[in-house]
């Protein structure tokens, strides 16, 4: 139950720097050679590599972050985690893997909430030093469509 209490509150952190626009916060979740990945149900379910998105290292989620930030220009938007309890499906000394389903919701200022990605996380999470960090997140959703296009972490 402590267990399953620490990764929730270490999803609860994530969606809340997510949420409230911290995305220099974002990569401190993460080892430094974790990978971020987001792959279709579809794909995840036939065994087969092809992903919207996967970052290889700490490194590539700060150029991301960069990358978000300082360069892509789009319409502003909102998003609001919502990420279900954590299921505990391994724990091998320091190593834990967990799953928690999550939707996330985009507002637009001015605009109506729209549901923008749901689905679940696959996580492989290390104790360390620090606490409980990500060596990796495979956001794998069910959505066959992804609005517009993938700008902020899922």
Request: hydrophobic share 40%; glycine share 8%; net charge negative.
């Amino acid at each position: 139950m402590l267990l399953r209490a620490e990764i929730d509150a270490l999803n609860g952190d994530y969606a809340a720097a997510l949420d409230e626009r911290r995305f220099d916060d974002w990569p401190e979740f993460f080892v430094e050679d974790a990978t971020y990945q987001v792959q279709a149900r579809e794909n995840f379910d036939r065994g087969l590599p092809l992903s919207l998105m996967c970052l290889e290292s700490r490194g590539m989620m700060k150029d991301r972050v960069y990358g978000i930030t300082q360069t892509i220009y789009h319409g502003p938007y909102y998003t609001r985690h919502v990420i279900g309890p954590a299921r505990l499906l391994d724990v091998q000394g320091d190593r834990i893997r967990a799953e928690a389903n999550y939707a996330v919701f985009r507002t637009r200022p001015g605009d109506a909430s729209e549901v923008y990605n749901v689905g679940r996380y696959v996580d492989e999470i290390v104790r360390t030093g620090a606490g409980l960090k990500l060596a990796r997140r495979l956001c794998v959703y069910d959505s066959e469509m992804v609005l517009n296009s993938l700008i902020y972490p899922i």
